[in-house]
């Protein structure tokens, strides 16, 4: 149990688009998911915490209009790249919180290359 | 601010041979973790660790917890080359809804 999937698992888009991820709970209620950015060969970096059916926390530096997230269901959460650039292509990782615990479950990552 | 810091960031090791990798954090934790990530891939929990003392061992790889000394170590035995891949350490700083820090990662390498 306690799988979660994204989706697309790789995106490839030119600069100004927007490009939508999903972050999935599979089999398990997620009232927060967390979103992460991680630039190739480092660590993981938080840009969101993600509550279901509240406005998300955005972390310091990370423009909340430009990475929208909608987290609409228990074990759905949406990060949106608004007019994307070049500098915007990462590879990036949510996490869901399984509701009553404090354990995180990763998904795959999507990885985001904008021409 | 909670920091977590790991050394070395980078490690080159010979098959057969042991290392530890540390992971120093800033503050009171209640909790520890530690991930494998390969290359391309998203991240693989490997431990947590909930205690002081704690003290848990999957196949080559050992990893304890010192809360007083606020360090982690993850041990390595005897290591092949599929051990290869970069190793996190992350840190919650108290229970609830928060977000782990990242420690930078250690890049092992196991060469022949």
């Not at chain 1, 190739?40 to 209009?65: F, H, R, W």
């Not at chain 2, 041979?17 to 290359?39: A, G, M």
Request: net charge neutral; with cysteine.
């Amino acid at each position: 149990g306690a799988v979660v999937s994204q989706h697309p698992s790789r995106v490839i888009c030119k600069s100004g688009t927007s490009v939508k991820i999903e972050c999935r709970s599979l089999d398990f209620q997620a009232t927060t998911m967390f979103w992460y950015r991680q630039f190739p060969k480092q660590s993981l970096m938080l840009m969101a915490t993600s509550n279901e059916g509240s406005k998300a926390t955005y972390e310091q530096g990370v423009e909340k209009d430009k990475f929208l997230i909608n987290h609409a269901s228990l074990t759905l959460s949406t990060l949106t790249v608004t007019s994307a650039h070049p500098e915007d292509s990462s590879f990036y990782i949510c996490s869901a919180e399984r509701t009553g615990t404090d354990t995180q479950y990763f998904g795959p990552g999507t990885r985001l290359t904008v021409l | 601010e909670l920091k977590v810091e790991q050394n070395p960031l980078f490690l080159s090791m010979q098959e057969g041979k042991n290392y530890t990798i540390y992971c120093n954090y800033s503050t009171t934790s209640d909790r520890l973790y530690w991930y494998r990530q390969d290359p391309g891939k998203s991240l693989e929990s490997l431990f947590v660790l909930l205690s002081n003392g704690a003290v848990k061992q999957e196949g080559r790889l050992m990893a304890s917890l010192d809360t007083k000394a606020r360090l982690s170590t993850l041990h390595i035995t005897a290591a092949v080359h599929d051990l290869s891949a970069t190793y996190f350490c992350a840190v919650d700083s108290y229970s609830g809804n928060t977000p782990l820090v990242f420690g930078k990662g250690t890049r092992l390498s196991v060469i022949a």
